[in-house]
């Protein structure tokens, strides 16, 4: 097998830049567990302040974010509504059954996004045949979805009927800044409406590791004892954390770039014979589209040729643009796939 030159795998495959590395090296670290890591608690504070929220919690990923989340906010046997394709329910080992008991049900909808409608027909009655529903969890960019990022308005909506009916809101954020950049929304508008909201630094924002939970201070009290209890306690992580800094100052804009960088390769996409997606929907930095021969068949030449893509199915791909992809890249992976997909 060649080596990968052109990795649209996942916007997780980022490498630190060596600006990056550099402040990474010279920051000031401490115990984290005793607050003492400066670094750390800077990172929190300035996540909970683009946030609005009151406190933040650094932790070592955006998966460990969603299940303390889950955690705090549900007993064993209550019920977590969210979109079919939802990384919290589907994608995080069943961790959400695992830790918390809790029960996570899929809401169908185009592009991972439903409605407020659907969440308000998916509330059970409260008797004592029905699971309690008491979280609406909400993926901002929704990744099954390609993508798609929700608009304020359709928060909004959801907002009101989990606020009505007493539900706890929780974002999965692992894709928020892509979702601020191509709405030209502030994050304190979309993460005013939640209980609990996360970021990821592993993904388009190119930190090597690491995701920050925030929330009021009581509610990130708490989830410090589950931080201890799995294991996510760290020590000198301001090390790690200084990355996250480095993202939030250097790496949130340029996600435009991403994003043009997907909606090219999405209209050379759709002109290649047999390859099917509307580029119309491609609003952030992820691609999906489905291919005429399969994606085993495919996977196997694409590669020979130095280009790597996400497998979605035994006809779907998927491809993430990020800060490692130049434009020149993606005319580079288009040339792959039309050559690819020509021979069958
Ligand atoms: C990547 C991802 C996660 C998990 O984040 P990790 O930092 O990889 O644990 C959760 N939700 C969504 C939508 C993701 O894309």
Known sequence: MQAIKIDLYSDTVTQPTLEMRK?????????EQKHEDPTVNLLQEMVAELLGKEAGLFLPSGT?????????HCSPGDEV????????????????????GAIPTGLPGKRGIFSADQVRKAIRPINRYAPRTSVVSVEQTSNGGGGT?????AIEEIAKVAREYNLVLHMDGARLFNAVVATNTPAKDFSAHFDTVWVDFSKGLGAPVGAVLAGKQELIEEAWNWKQRLGGAMRQAGIIAAGGIFAL???IDRLAEDHENAKVLAEGLAEIPGIQLDPSEVKTNIVIFDVAST??????????????????G???????????????????ALRII??????G
Do not use: Y
């Not at 035994?314 to 580079?332: C, G, L």
């Open 249 to 251: 100052q250097h790496n």
């Open 314 to 332: 035994p006809n779907r791909f998927r491809a993430v643009t990020h800060m490692n992809i130049s434009r020149q890249d993606v005319k580079e």
């Open 23 to 31: 402040f990474m090296c010279q920051v000031e670290v401490g115990d």
């Open 149 to 153: 990022p929700w608009s304020l308005s």
């Open 81 to 100: 509504l969210m979109h079919s394709l939802a990384h919290v329910g589907f994608s995080e080992g069943g961790a959400l059954a695992a830790l918390s």
């Open 338 to 343: 039309r050559l690819c997909s020509k021979e």
């Open 64 to 72: 460990m974010c969603n299940q303390i989340a889950i955690k705090l």
């Open 295 to 312: 994606t085993e068949a495919m996977t196997e030449k694409v590669l020979q040729e130095g280009l790597r893509l996400s497998i979605l």
